[in-house]
């Protein structure tokens, strides 16, 4: 579903992404972790075209992304930390602008459940303005689903969100997957990716360290026949200290 | 009070440090070298080296001083009444967020605030006053540089002291339980009743002070005149006259017994706001939130206040069909936004006086010549300006361009639904004025009566190209967004000063110059189809035929843009600009 040979991104002589291969099948749900400056935004701003890879073939759902973007597109769903909407636009113009946008003949009937699992339907005439983060980012997240993507993007997905947000965004990822959809979260939170995430990917200064599903990894990493959390990972995968100031 | 005068002296320099950093940059060196020419040549030379205006004093008659200064202290005494009466919250001092969080809770006295904001608005005003004396030196026959900066800044001092003293009197006030309302009433009884003086001594003193017509404008100046200077009048003004006067000094030593009585009323509204004791902190946490919030908009491109009210969809947006239109639907909304009731008053009030002009300078018989002269004005003036003005394009979006990245459209699609809603709206605007005109111009001077035929034949030829100039036009500024988004004011963080000045004036000139050349083509093959028609003398049936031809080739080279710009848009890479 999702498939990326040697990405590359260059920021003039630097490079935020290198080399970097891996791939993502229909219900799996990948998390994306590394340290600040790792390259993981640029690695999914990448994937979903909103920047231009330097080097690399990006494939999604069978179609690459540099030649047919419009079909790679059409198929993926990307969510931001910040959840980005347009201030001049109530939520239901929103809707509707986002089913043109994505040619979704029937989006009022994906949209009626969407919104009440999301608990936004009685908010229809509000603009952006008059929503609290929380509503923002559901109203994205309807938005984002009402074209049914097969591919989903998130960008640090539970930042702001309440503990009930929290545990309902998890629940409606793993729906997500168990749909089909295949699925990256890029998280700081590890213990929540623990939760959610089928595979893992660690990155530092825009390189692979590892990759793989969740299981084999935490085994790999493990220590005297005990496996080690994702947190333990990430910091002996890194080389990352606590005691570091 | 010494480490706030530290924390403003160190926010200047590094302030100064940064932007002198950025001209390590071609993009901001080659705009700060054009800004600084700009201001050289346009200001200061002519200000100080000797310019046609630059050494001469102001070469009025002493009465003819003496009625600018009474207009000048007639203007100032409108601002102080309208100080009174529209502000309507509490006493509220600008600080920046951060100055909140620091200097609130530290154990410094409400005293030391307002002296800390005193000190700081000094820099705003001495900034302010280096441009008015500029300008007024450019455009008003300015005498020594130094008396008017010295002129400009007594007056904006006083202005800024008066501000702060009557939102702490409103204040006061409010705590007493005197609304707003009751303070605008009590503000437009005293005004009526001096007012109301004034008149009944004009009426007293006889026939020499009769209301003239409006349309006299030397009488009406004469009555002006004598309505100010005599009677109780100036006495009224006087206050205001002695703020004033210092800028109309004409030699230092007039300036300096001038610049006294200026002192001693710029002490009093000193003494007034420092012994003011009135609660500001609230309300300044609440307008520094405000005003951070508005400035984060503006640096993310945003210029538009936040919409808080929503604005009906222009049409039912079918969810199959072009994406393009999507676009073009989005941004007839956010253009709602801006097309609120106090736009169209402010827009009839502009009017209003030009129309009143024109209608006086010919004369009450010929209004309806005023109406459509008034009309074509704003039709030339629409398309020069309106391209800046309606901006519901990638100059609105550019914050959010890497959204309309994650859409799947060719990038022709969205640079044609970027440029569609700006377009369609100047082009109905543009031909409601055209309509006016055609309606309105009955007959021309020198020319005498316009047949409907003619009239009707000009304005067919002017509205079938109407569209597509607007097209060119939009696309320029649109193309400079997504070719140099980093120089672009509505960048993330657009540049400011003289090289944003200096920018701006490449841009000018570019947008003049491509302009230009996309005209060539399509004026040449007008020309050419307009050229049988002068054979056959067929003057009139040619104009609307030649402007078909016109539109056609302007809409080729409008489509050969919006596939270049769309291929642009593509390969657009937002990392690089940030």
Known sequence: MIQVEGLTKLYGEFAAVTDLSFAVQPGEVLGLVGPNGAGKTTTLRCLSGIIPATRGVICIGGSVLADDPISAKRQLAFFSDEPRLFDYLTLEQHLAFTARIYQVANYREIAHPLLEELEISDKMNLLPGELSRGMKQKLAIACGLLHSPKVIFFDEPLTGLDPIGIRRMKNSILKRAREGAAIIISSHLLHLLEEVCSHVLIVKGGRKLIDGRLEDVRHKFAEESVDANLEEVFFRATGESESKP | ?578
């Open chain 2, 1 to 578: 009070m010494r480490a706030l005068l530290y924390l403003q002296y160190q926010t200047f320099i590094n302030r100064q440090a940064s932007r002198l950093k950025r001209l390590k940059r071609p993009k901001y060196l080659i705009g700060g070298i054009a800004g600084a020419l700009y201001f050289y040549f346009y200001f200061f030379r002519l200000l100080f080296g000797g310019g046609r205006r630059g050494t001469s004093t102001f070469d009025f008659s002493s009465e003819h001083l003496q009625f600018v200064q009474t207009i000048a202290a007639s203007v100032l005494l409108v601002i102080v009444v309208l100080a009174w009466l529209i502000p309507h919250g509490r006493a509220a001092l600008m600080f920046t967020e951060a100055e909140v969080n620091f200097l609130f809770p530290a154990p410094i006295s409400r005293r030391t605030l307002i002296h800390f904001k005193l000190v700081k608005s000094q820099i705003a005003i001495l900034f302010t006053t280096l441009l008015l004396t500029l300008v007024t030196g450019r455009f008003g026959g300015a005498g020594s540089g130094w008396i008017r900066a010295l002129g400009w800044w007594v007056i904006l001092s006083t202005l800024n002291l008066h501000f702060l003293g009557s939102s702490f009197a409103r204040t006061m006030l409010l705590e007493r339980g005197i609304s707003n309302w009751k303070r605008r009433l009590i503000v437009l009884l005293v005004l009526a009743a001096l007012v109301a003086i004034v008149v009944i001594w004009s009426r007293r003193a006889g026939g020499s002070l009769s209301f003239p017509d409006l349309q006299d404008f030397p009488a009406l100046k004469d009555y002006f005149r004598q309505l100010t200077t005599t009677g109780p009048a100036p006495y009224l003004l006087y206050p205001f006259r002695m703020v004033v006067q210092p800028f109309f000094a004409q030699r230092a030593s007039q300036f300096l017994l001038l610049l006294a009585p200026a002192l001693a009323i710029m002490l009093f509204h000193y003494l007034w706001v420092i012994r003011a004791n009135v609660a500001f902190e609230e309300a300044s946490v609440d307008l520094s939130r405000r005003i951070a919030e508005r400035m984060t908009a503006a640096r993310s491109g945003n210029l538009q206040p936040r919409p808080t009210k929503a604005k009906a969809s222009p049409f039912r947006l079918a969810p199959i069909g072009s994406p393009a239109v999507a676009l073009f639907w989005k941004n007839l909304i956010a253009a709602g936004q801006m097309f609120s009731l106090r736009i169209w008053l402010i827009l009839l009030c502009s009017l209003m006086p030009m129309m009143f002009v024109l209608a006086s300078s010919f004369g009450s018989l010929h209004m309806s010549y005023a109406v459509g002269f008034g009309a074509m004005m704003v039709l030339i003036w629409s398309l020069m300006i309106g391209p800046q003005l309606l901006r519901q394009d990638f100059r609105h979006d550019l914050p959010i361009v890497d959204v309309l990245k994650t859409f799947p459209m060719r990038g022709w699609q969205v640079v044609f639904g970027e440029l569609l809603a700006p377009a369609t709206i100047l082009t109905l605007l543009q031909w409601f004025l055209i309509a006016t005109a055609m309606v309105f111009l009955t007959q021309l001077p020198d020319m005498g009566k316009v047949p409907f035929g003619s009239r009707f034949s000009v304005a067919l030829g002017i509205a079938v190209v109407i569209p597509m100039l607007n097209l060119i036009s939009l696309i320029i500024p649109n193309a400079s967004v997504l070719l140099f988004p980093g120089w672009f004011q509505s960048g993330r963080e657009g540049p400011h000063g003289i090289e944003a000045t200096g920018q701006r004036l490449i841009f000018m000139l570019g947008q003049v110059l491509v302009f230009v050349v996309a005209l060539i083509p399509a004026g040449a093959g007008a020309f050419l189809v307009y050229l049988p028609f002068v054979y056959w003398k067929q003057y009139m049936l040619g104009i609307p035929v030649a402007s078909v031809a016109f539109a056609v080739v302007l809409a080729i080279e409008a489509a050969i843009a919006v596939f270049a710009l769309g291929r642009i848009f593509e390969r657009f890479d937002l990392s690089a600009e940030t």
